[in-house]
């Protein structure tokens, strides 16, 4: 067997795939050929590495050597330079946003250094497409462990007491589900996993799939044997093409095994996986939604109780956990639940993982402990805010979240203190906004996004959100009045009470949050008819500031529909009532001489 | 490949599969074992800089010492190619000169496994721009 000097894991996540890490593959590899090191240095694919920003990312070991946006014509210098000669490639580095410093490995780097990564362990260290490199990091050790040496019982208080709560966005402890699952008797039950990841900006259950798949299945097993079902069902969006593929070569490989199937190590414990599409409907994360479509029929819910632990898939017993809260479970059975309940918050153990987007400097995806605070995810690990703007305000918990502002920024994450804040955790998507983002508009994007996705069984979310739209699209053009503000919070609370599942019953979320948080930006849209941030066109009017204005006639010669005048040397006017605002006279003037107002 | 019929089983697979992935497991603490870089620019690889690279890293696997070796640049010790620094967790780093494979036999035994100091080391008579 050769001795490898150097492994070289290359990023094989949809993001980095997406701006052709495979091409960099194929190109280290000839290089590694023509120089005659295939003994000597490994090419890995692996999983997410988390710093989507700079993808795609090539890591070198032992070094750490942490080389971002490499193409594949950077393969020859990175074999030429790093691997013969011992230098490191300085201009593929990641640089550091404030010291304006070449960062030479991920240790010393401020995206990993509050990172402590358990349910992305291997996400970025392994090839997901070997199951063999899964094994060699403990994969099914903690199912050899529990169907040899505990009993059902005995796995289902190590897990209640290890806190684990369900990371899907609900918070229920997750050994108590089990629990209740495996006292509901029946000839056949099931688990499921829960893959349908719906809110806009989050990646975090595709990415645990494309890195970790064995970690899954594993746990997945292990709450068949706890509750015992000897079927499992994970349900995927469709959308996630990688991921299915990743999960039927795992899934297949464990067959092969032993490691999934009939008689699982001698165990005499059969349990075996198959995988169920969606077509992407966000309100088919909601369980009892999922089931009917796992079902073949549409996409809707049904009301609680009967709980899927009592009458689930085909009316019997079911057990639902996100993909995030499975990849939990091997971990904590392997290191023990006082482990797992040292890291966290009083009321919320573990970590958990969020997806960075929108205004920050590094858009990726991080895990920190439980009760970290939104500055320390923001600003030290997230970089900041880009283009140094002031932050505003962070989207959580997706469209059925809520905003957390400034004075939010040192409250420890935690399932409750979001609640108390008027948001949610969510399943984690993180959406940071600066001073350019208007909150009314926030707010209306989201019930866009609800409206669009509503399955339209109950009425209040049907047509209370479609009401809500409209409100909230009228504010947004200066034709709000104050009245509407007042109805839009009645109709919120309305909605809350009455709607049949957790779509509905959260969708007013960002509508609540925004109006509690920026009543004022409400208030500037209805009653001065501006937007603060200046992003609603329909309130923005373009002027010319006459002292500033040569009367070079540019920006006159440049607008689409001939709505400025002016003699040649003269300062210009901008006819209010024909200007489309397109702003190409801002773009075009050269002296400063167009504002916006 | 056959089936894995008992937890035991899987956890002789793991063992041997483990091998594999060392390499990037040791990567993961670099500060807890020992970490070796070899002097190989031009003068070291021409004194033979190469051959104890490789011998490092072959050798610590199969006598089971966790270490991380890597290559680095010119350690401007020219007279004294090929030339090793090694340290040791919590320890200041030690350069040693004139290292060949026997040398480098000795300073795994002794250094590395013992922490016993070997001939041939360099005094540390630089200061770093970060000091």
Redesign the interface.
Known sequence: MATYKYHLLVCGGTGCKASNSEGIITALNRTIEEKGLENDVKTVTTGCFGFCEKGPIVKILPDNTFYTQVKPDDAKEIIEEHIIKGRKVTRLLYTDPETKKHVSDSKHMGFYQKQIRIALRNCGFLDPENIEESISRDAYQALGKALTEMNPQQVIDEIKKSGLRGRGGGGFPTGLKWEIAAKNQADQKYVVCNADEGDPGAFMDRSILEGDPHSVLEAMAICGYTMGANKGLIYIRAEYPLAIKRLKIAIKQAQEYGLLGHNIMGTGFDFDIEMRYGAGAFVCGEETALIHSMEGERGEPTFKPPFPAQSGYKGKPTNVNNVETFANVPVILLKGAEWFSSIGTEKSKGTKVFALAGKINNVGLIEVPMGTTLREVIFEIGGGIKDGKKFKAVQTGGPSGGCLTEKHLDTPIDFDNLLAAGSMMGSGGMIVMDEDDCMVAMAKFFLDFTVEESCGKCTPCRVGNKRLYEILDKITKGEGTLEDLDNLRNLSYVIKDTALCGLGQTSPNPVLATLDNFYDEYIAHVVDKKCPAGACKDLMNYYVIEENCVGCTACARACPVNCISGERKMPHHIDQTACIKCGTCMEKCKFNAIEIK | ?A?????N???K??DD?????R?????ES?DSLAQIKVG??TSGIASGAKEV??FL??EL?KRNISA??????DMGYSYAEPTIEVTLPGQPPVVFGWVNITKADEIIEKYIRNGELVEGIIPANYKTIDE
Not at chain 2, 17 to 21: C, P, S, T, V
Not at chain 2, 23 to 27: S, T
Not at chain 2, 68 to 73: D, E, L, S
């Open positions: 490949m089936k894995i019929t008992s937890l089983d899987l956890r697979i793991k599969l483990q091998e594999k992935i390499l990037r497991e040791n990567a670099p190989m620019a690279f490789n890293v072959e696997q991380v070796v890597t290559q680095t640049g």
